[in-house]
């Protein structure tokens, strides 16, 4: 298993929330969110690779593939701890990265 215990997954979703907190790369996603323009297939052009490309420089740390597969595995592996509220916050931070903001999320 790629997370052989709750303190892996830990911090595997921090670093995680950390990459994307990295000035360059929340730059980077700003801008690509501001390109999308609330166009749905734009989103999925531009948004989903370059927050796949970010999160591809962690997750390949935990045995993942660098890709929008691999980013995929990795938060599924992370929904096996949700119990744990410190990952249930940052594996939902994560699916939201991945999800139109334009949107409207189910209560």
């Known amino acids: 298993a790629p997370f052989p215990n709750l303190e892996t997954a830990r911090e595997a979703a921090r670093a995680a929330r950390a990459v994307f907190e990295d000035p360059a790369n929340k730059a980077r996603m700003e801008q690509v ?4 323009k609330g166009d749905i297939s734009r989103f999925f052009q531009l948004c989903i690779p ?3 490309e970010i999160l591809g420089a962690v997750i ?5 593939q660098p890709n929008q597969n691999g ?3 990795f938060t599924q592996e992370l929904s096996k701890f949700v119990e744990d509220p410190e ?3 940052l594996e939902q931070e994560l699916k939201m ?7 409207p999320h189910p209560a």
Request: aromatic share 8%.
């Open 33 to 36: 969110q501001r390109d999308c």
């Open 50 to 52: 370059a927050a796949s």
């Open 60 to 64: 390949i740390q935990h045995g993942f």
């Open 71 to 73: 980013c995929v595995e």
């Open 87 to 89: 990952i249930r916050e």
């Open 97 to 103: 990265r991945f999800m139109p903001t334009m949107v």
